[in-house]
C-alpha cells in the first residue's frame, strides 16, 4: 500500500464534522478502495473549544485556515468554511498556490468564481473537486462529468435546494401559509435564520450555474440565472395546482437554445405524473437528457452531515486513485463562452391567478388582452366567494412566448377590476 | 493533445452499431473531455455484409474477433459479443493476455468468470471497464466504485430488466395474461425469441451478482443469487396487489445480514407510494443505501441502442483520461468471500393467494396451520365468484421467517380444498 494521504480540513461545521467522522469511522474501508490510508493531519474552524462530537486531539490545529492551506503537512486541502469571497476563498486560492488539490463544497464560490479557480487549478495541475457543491450526497457531478461523457446534454433540471422543497411539500401537506411553514422549518433547524439563500433562489441558482457548466462545457454564468424563489406561492396557488392536476417546485432548469444557454431558477408547475413531482421533502433530485442516454435520474438528500461527507470523502477517494479530470469536463480553454437566451424568449405555458372584483366586463377585458397579444388560453377557474371580496380567478395557457405573456400580465394588472398584482407560475412539460 | 486512443471493437449488433454512431457523431465532443481524439481501428462481427445505418469502410475488419483481439492495433478492445462463455470471454482474455484494456457490456460473462478476470486484469496491470452490463445507460457502476465510495453499503435493490418491467407494466395496465402480453413484447422486439434468460430472472441475477460485489467488495457470487422469475405472475395478481396498495415489481436485491451476503431476484410487491413502484416500462432503477449518504437513487434507459453506447463510450473516455480503478472498487486480493445469508433465514412479510373450494372449515384449517407455524396474518381478501369454481383466497401476513411460511405452504398445499398450488408473492418494505 502506498503513503498515507494526508489531508487538512478548513471549516468544522456540520459538514467538516460529518467528514471527520466518516474517515474515523470507514478508515480501514477508504484505504482498501483508495489503495492508500486518508489521515486527517491538520483541521482549522473559527471555534476550537466547542463540542463537535469528535475528538480533535490528534489533528494540528490552525486559528488560520490560510495559514493552513499554506503550512499544513497535506496533498489536499478540504474547504468547508463556505462563502463566495473572504477566508473561504483565500484557503482554495493559498492551496493552489501551494500546489495542493483541493476538495469544496462551496457552491457561492465556485459560481463566482469557479472558472477563474479552475483556470488557476489546471495550470498548477492540481485536482479541484466539488461534488459536495450540489445536490449534497448525489453522486451528479461525477455523473455529468464522466458517467454520461458520451452524451451532449442537451438539458438538465433538477430540485437542488432541500429547504425550499420541504417548505413547498409541507405548504401542500398541511395547506398553511408559507410564512407560517417557514417559521417552523426555521425552528427545526431546516432553514437558517436568514432563509434569503434559499428561498429567494440563489443557492439553487449556484448549484445550476456549476451544472451547466459541466454538463454543456462553458464557463459558469452564474450572473446570466434568471432567479424567482418561492416567496410569493401561496397555499391558494399549491391548492389550485392540485385541482388542475399539478404540483409546485422550485427547479433550476438549464438548457442550450438557438438564442444561447437559458438558465432559470423559478417555481414550476409540474405533472402530478413526472418523477419530479414525486421528489418531497428534503430529497434532492436532478434529471439529465442526453442525445444517446434519454433520460437520467439522480435523486437523493441533498443536505446534512452524513451525505454531503459522503461526497466530500468519494472526492478525497478519487484524488487518492489519482484520477485526473478537467476540473468541468473539458479544459479551461476549451470551457465555451455562449451567449444568454434572454427570458423573455422562453417559451411555455403558464397559469395566472388574478384576484378579480367580481363585476360585469372583466372577461371581456382579459380575452381582449389576450387576443391582442396573442396568447391562447387553456382552461379558466373561477371559485365563488364572499361576493364582497375579490375572488380568485386561476387561468392557464397554451404555450406561449414569455413576452407575451409579460406584455399581458402587465396590462391585466392595470385593469381597475384587478385587486392584486397577478401571479404567474411557469408550467413544466417533465413528462419522461 | 495527446495522440489519438485507438479502439477494436467485437460484436455490431444494436450496442456495437451505437457505439459506432456516438462516436461518430460526438467525436469533437470526445476528444475534448478525454485530452485526446477516439478512434476506432478495427471491427470484428459474426456478419460483415448486413447494414447497420454506418458505414464500416475506414475500419479494419476480422472474421475472427479472438484474432482481432490479439492483433488490431488498439488499446482498448470493446466487447459486445455477449455470453458467458465462447467468443466473448475469448476476446476478453486474449485482450487481457496481450495487456490491453477492455471495455465490455458482458454481464453473463461477469457473473460467472468475473472475479478471475478480474484478478487477471489487475494482474496485467490494465483497465477492465463494465459499466454497460448494469441498467443500460445508468452510470450505476461508476456511482458504486467511486461516487459512494465514502460509504459502507448495507443493501441495494433495483429494477435491473426492462423486458420483465416492460411485461409487468403492461399486464397492469391492459389487465392482460402473461402469456398474451409476452407475444406482444416479442413482436414489438421487447423481448428476445427465447425470453427465459429475461422471465426468468437469469439477466437480473447477472446485474445483481456485479452490483452486489462491488457495492460490498466481495467476489461475485452469481451462484448464490435465489432466483425467481416472472412466468406465474398472474393478471389477477396484479389486481389484488392494487387492492392492497401495493405494484408488483421484479427486483434484485442484495444487503449484508448477519448470516452472510443475501441475493435475491423475485417479484415483489411493493407499496404505490414507494420510489421504485413508478418506475415504469422498460425504464431500469437502483437504490443504493449507504451508511453516510442515506439512500440514493438512479434512474434511466434500461437497454437498448443509445443508452448502452452511453455506457460504453463513458468507460472508454474514462480509460483515455487514464482513470484507474479496482475492478470491483477493491484490489482482488481484498475481496471478501462472504457465507451466503439462506433464503430460508429471509424475514419479510408475504402475500399468498389460494384457489379454494368453497367449502366450510377450509378457513379454520388455513388458521390453525398458521398458528403452529407461528405466521401472524395481516389481511384476508375473498372473492365470490362462480360458487362451482374454486374461489381466489388472499392472505397477507406480518413478518415472518420464509422457513415458517414454507413449512405452512406446503402445508396449505395439501389441503383437499385447495383447488391449485397456492402462489406467494413477497411484500417488500421499501419506503425511504
Known sequence: MKPPLKIAIAGLGTVGAGVLRLIAKNGALLAARSGR????????????????????????????????????????????????????????????????????????????????????????????????????????????????????????????????????????ETGRSFDAVLADAQALGYAEADPSFDIDGIDTAHKLAILASVAFGGEIDFDGVYIEGIRHVTAEDIQFAAELGYRIKLLGSARLTDHGIEQRVHPCMVKLSSPIASVEGVYNAVFAEGDFVGTALFEGRGAGAGPTASAVVADIVDIARENRLPVFGLPAAALARRPRAPIERHRGAYYLRLMVKDEPGVFADIAAIFRDERVSMEAILQRQRDANEPVPVVITTHETEEAAMRRALSRIAALATIAEPPRMIRIEPLER
Open 37 to 172: 490510508p486518508i489521515v486527517v493531519t491538520a483541521i482549522s474552524a473559527r471555534t476550537r473549544g466547542r463540542d463537535r462530537g469528535v475528538d480533535l486531539a490528534p489533528f494540528r490545529w490552525f486559528d488560520d485556515p490560510v495559514a493552513m492551506a499554506a503550512e499544513a503537512e497535506a496533498e489536499i486541502v478540504v474547504e468547508l468554511i463556505g462563502g463566495a469571497e473572504g477566508p473561504a476563498k483565500a484557503v482554495v486560492e493559498t492551496a493552489i498556490a501551494r500546489r495542493r488539490h483541493v476538495v469544496t463544497a462551496n457552491k457561492a464560490l465556485l459560481a463566482k468564481h469557479g472558472t477563474a479557480i479552475g483556470r488557476a487549478a489546471e495550470a498548477a495541475g492540481i485536482a479541484l473537486h466539488y461534488e459536495a457543491a450540489v445536490a449534497g450526497g448525489i453522486p451528479i457531478i461525477k455523473a455529468m462529468r464522466e458517467g454520461l461523457a458520451g452524451n451532449r446534454i442537451e438539458r438538465l433540471y433538477g430540485i437542488l435546494n432541500g429547504t425550499c422543497n420541504y417548505i413547498l411539500t409541507t405548504m401542500r
